[in-house]
């Protein structure tokens, strides 16, 4: 089973500030099958980013994935106070198997 | 408008029995694999398995096989989740939501979710 770590768990920001989040997978899995979650309190989750880099319907472009291999990156490029939440990512594979991270929670500074 | 609606919230003891639904519209359900997601309090999201309601196929998470059955009935648009004698430890919220092919298989529409306390 593949294991999604990532770092920091939380992360303390300013609005107008850049978010750099980590995604490290116990082995390589493929860009296409990563996908990023948003989740605000008392809410589902939000699918954010899909395809390791493409923006799900509604998501602003200050929002952006990257990462190959077993190093992944959300990137809020100037932080909105609405994009404070916790984020998880998530990885898909061929069995139809799904696992996320723990989560990182990013709060105002 | 694509949506998948949640029953609502339980609340029972340990040892009895429990199936809550997942309703979707908007959309053909039988296209969609529909998946199952725990987070219990204050807690992270805990993938638990997934149904394909075209023809039922079914697979689970290691960690819920022989915990919980997810079935689905396809003339009805609804996904359940089900337990045969609950447990404490089973006391959290529950969400559907649907995976979608064209988002790379990203989960993108998500129920509203169903809170289940188990409490003697």
């Known amino acids: 089973e593949i294991v999604l770590t990532q770092s920091p768990g939380t992360l303390s920001l300013s609005p107008g500030d850049r978010a750099t989040l980590s995604c490290k997978t116990s082995?390589?899995?493929?860009?296409?099958?990563l996908a990023w979650y948003q989740q605000k309190p008392g809410q589902a989750p939000r699918l954010v980013i899909y395809?390791?880099?493409s923006r799900a319907t509604g998501i602003p472009d200050r929002f952006s994935g990257s990462g190959s291999g077993t190093d992944f990156t959300l990137t809020i490029s100037r932080l909105e106070p609405e994009d404070f939440a916790v984020y998880y990512c998530?990885?898909?594979?061929?069995?139809?198997?799904?696992?996320f991270g723990q989560g990182t929670k990013l709060e105002i500074k | 408008e694509v949506q998948l609606v949640q029953s609502g919230a339980e609340v029972k003891k340990p040892g009895e029995s429990l199936k809550i639904s997942c309703k979707g519209s908007?959309?053909?359900?039988?296209?969609?694999?529909i998946g199952w997601v725990r987070q219990m309090p204050g807690k992270g999201l805990e993938w638990m398995g997934i149904?394909?309601?075209?023809?039922?196929?079914?697979r689970y998470s290691p960690s819920f096989q022989g915990q919980v059955i997810i079935s689905a009935d396809k003339s009805i648009s609804t996904a359940y989740l089900q337990w045969s004698s609950l447990k404490a430890s089973d006391t959290a919220m529950y969400y559907c939501?649907?995976?979608?092919?064209?988002?790379?298989?990203?989960?993108?529409?998500w129920g509203q979710g169903t809170t289940v306390t188990v409490s003697s």
């Open positions: 908007g959309y053909t359900f039988t296209n969609y694999w």
């Open positions: 082995q390589s899995v493929t860009s296409a099958y």
């Open positions: 998530q990885q898909f594979d061929s069995s139809l198997m799904y696992t």
């Open positions: 939501a649907r995976r979608n092919q064209e988002v790379f298989n990203g989960m993108d529409v």
């Open positions: 149904i394909y309601p075209g023809d039922s196929d079914t």
């Open positions: 395809g390791g880099t």
